[in-house]
């Protein structure tokens, strides 16, 4: 068993803590290697070589991509820093994982999607509730129903975390950064999103804990493809309590399913329930990408890069409707640039 080459360009926060981990469970079982790392950071990048041991470091991509042979690459970046990244990558035939947000910019991402249709290469995007033990359970019982309405409910804390996912300019704010994890279980669960309306509380200067400038509440309403509508209703005002909430529910006839990465309901009866493992979809979401780049089948993964572009502008078309006092956006046009 030949093992795939991997390289990682980004080596910040979710590459230390998700997917470097999960790679190396699957270096030990001789199934990938550390190819090379990129980071524009060097201690960012000499603190991972020392633990991970790759074959080579860069701190700039271009050099990385030209030198190393290489059978698939983690894009970790922020989302408003992507460049030439993926189109290079692309362009060699080696496959993706991005994290996500994909980008900030939709028309970079329909450049970004025609670069993968032409190459026909693996991709996944880090749409990781996917992976969650109780997504398809889920799925499978949804798909027995007929739903109507489904619901999101996030309520995070409101002190600022890294600087870049504190800025709304660097991010996209909250409903970007955090809750399209939930937007798009939902697109799993039900189908493409159509259009959107929202409506923003924003924070004030003096409210704020710097860095933050993230709105306080984000009011969501989006309508499916099919005969069906959803809400989300999220808010990032508690600072000074350490808890927080996230749920999903799907309202179907007679029904009402609640969704948490461990535990399904219907009705208030539980339906399935699983044992708590740390980060552990992110291991199956690793293992899931690099058995699909090993097939050399794009159709593996659970949530590839091009129709991913649903779940991106599903939430960037909620900041565009909040920003022009609730207008309803058609996510089509959205994409299309009208």
């Known amino acids: 068993m030949t093992p795939v080459r991997v390289g990682c360009i980004g080596l910040g926060f979710i590459s230390e803590h998700a997917h470097l981990p999960a790679l190396a469970a699957l270096a030990e079982e001789g199934k990938i290697v550390f190819q090379a790392f990129c980071d524009m950071s060097e201690d960012t990048l000499r603190t991972q070589a020392a633990i991970y041991k790759p074959q080579a470091s860069y701190t700039d ?16 970046i922020p989302p408003a820093v992507h460049s030439d990244e993926l189109l290079i990558a692309a362009d060699k035939g080696i496959a993706l994982f991005v994290e996500k947000p994909q980008t900030l910019d939709l028309a970079q991402a329909a450049q970004f999607n025609a670069a993968i249709e032409k190459a026909g290469i693996v ?14 359970p889920t799925r499978e019982l949804i798909l027995q129903r007929t739903p109507r309405h489904a619901q999101i409910q996030n309520f ?10 504190s800025r709304y300019e660097l991010c996209g704010g909250s409903f970007v950064e ?7 279980l939902l697109r799993y669960f039900l189908g493409d999103i159509d259009a959107v309306s929202a409506f923003y509380v924003e924070s004030l200067p003096e409210e704020r804990i710097e860095p933050m400038n993230l709105p306080h509440v984000y009011n969501v309403n989006y309508r499916f ?3 069906l509508t959803a809400n989300a209703s999220v808010s990032r005002v508690m600072s000074n309590v350490p808890y927080s909430k996230r749920e999903i529910l799907v309202i179907s006839d007679d029904s009402i399913i609640e969704w948490t990465p461990t535990k399904v309901t219907e009705n208030g009866a539980v339906v399935w329930e699983g044992e708590t493992q740390a980060r ?6 690793t293992r899931a990408f690099i058995e ?12 590839p890069y091009v129709p991913s572009i649903n779940s991106l502008a599903a939430v960037l078309g909620a900041n565009t409707s909040a920003e022009n006092g609730g207008q309803l956006i058609l996510l089509d046009d959205l994409v299309a640039g009208k």
Not at 156 to 165: K, N, V
Not at 292 to 303: F, H, I, T
């Open 280 to 285: 552990g979809a992110f291991f199956s979401q």
């Open 123 to 136: 991709t996944q995007v880090g749409y990781v509730y996917r992976y969650e033990p109780s997504s398809e």
């Open 292 to 303: 699909a780049v090993r097939a050399g089948d794009p159709s593996m993964p659970r949530s």
């Open 178 to 184: 955090n809750t399209i994890h939930s937007v798009d």
């Open 61 to 76: 991509h271009h050099e990385m991509l030209d030198k190393e042979d290489l059978d698939a690459v983690y894009l970790c």
């Open 225 to 227: 493809k099919e005969r």
């Open 156 to 165: 995070y804390s409101g002190q600022p975390i890294r600087y870049w996912t």
